[in-house]
T-cell receptor
Framework: GESVGLHLPTLSVQEGDNSIINCAYS??????FIWYKQESGKGPQFIID?????DKRQGQRVTVLLNKTVKHLSLQIAATQPGDSAVYFC????????????FGAGTRLAVHP | DTGVSQDPRHKITKRGQNVTFRCDPI?????LYWYRQTLGQGPEFLTY????????KSRLLSDRFSAERPKGSFSTLEIQRTEQGDSAMYLC??????????????FGSGTRLTVV
């Protein structure tokens, strides 16, 4: 069935280093991919999205890469800060439907000083 | 309007009791979604409303679950005869239709349900 999964459940990085969080998806019909950040006790917070007709999109300190050939999505965070510590989810959606999001299990990012 | 509001934030109930949660979306958003999230997992889609119409329901939404959005604004999610397996975070989200991006897809902070 449709699924979105993550390669690493936990990622530990030093403050100031770059972080890369990876995600695999399985539904070829998905045309929107989104990264969310979730802090303890809070709902998912939108970080960045990318449409399937793009392979790269940049935001402030974040870059999302999409490789449709291997159905792979990554989130790069530059100069990781302690405030980036959270659980990160990738999600996929099909815009021709109702924008139902299909989430993966999440990766916990721990930033150490 | 500061975002999507959910009430209560926490609910502890005894098995077999009924519970009801409320979601107030961003006022101009006509799409409203309910998700369920268990510890360590990503949110799972439950149901979707466009205005007051419930247009999609997940197979996860058993007969004990019912959601309404009577006036196309706030929504309620009721769980009847709660079971321990219902313990989870229940998240509400809203967005605009038709969004060309999902940037406006905003989640609330959720209602954490514990069934004892």
């Amino acid at each position: 069935g449709e699924s979105v999964g993550l390669h690493l459940p936990t990622l530990s990085v030093q403050e100031g280093d770059n972080s890369i969080i990876n995600c695999a998806y399985s539904n070829s019909a998905s045309d929107y991919f989104i990264w969310y950040k979730q802090e303890s006790g809070k709902g998912p917070q939108f970080i960045i999205d990318i449409r399937s007709n793009m392979d790269k999109r940049q935001g402030q300190r974040v870059t999302v890469l999409l490789n449709k050939t291997v159905k792979h999505l990554s989130l790069q965070i530059a100069a990781t800060q302690p405030g980036d510590s959270a659980v990160y989810f990738c999600a996929e959606s099909f815009s021709g439907g109702y924008n139902k999001l299909i989430f993966g299990a999440g990766t916990r990012l721990a930033v150490h000083p | 309007d500061t975002g999507v509001s959910q009430d209560p934030r926490h609910k502890i109930t005894k098995r077999g009791q009924n519970v009801t949660f409320r979601c107030d979306p961003i006022s101009e958003h006509n799409r409203l979604y309910w998700y369920r999230q268990t510890l360590g997992q990503g949110p799972e889609f439950l149901t979707y409303f466009q205005n007051e119409a419930q247009l999609e329901k997940s197979r996860l939404l058993s007969d004990r679950f019912s959601a309404e959005r009577p006036k196309g604004s706030f929504s309620t999610l009721e769980i009847q005869r709660t079971e321990q397996g219902d313990s989870a975070m229940y998240l509400c989200a809203s967005s605009l239709d038709p969004g060309r991006t999902l940037n406006g897809y905003t989640f609330g902070s959720g209602t954490r349900l514990t069934v004892v």
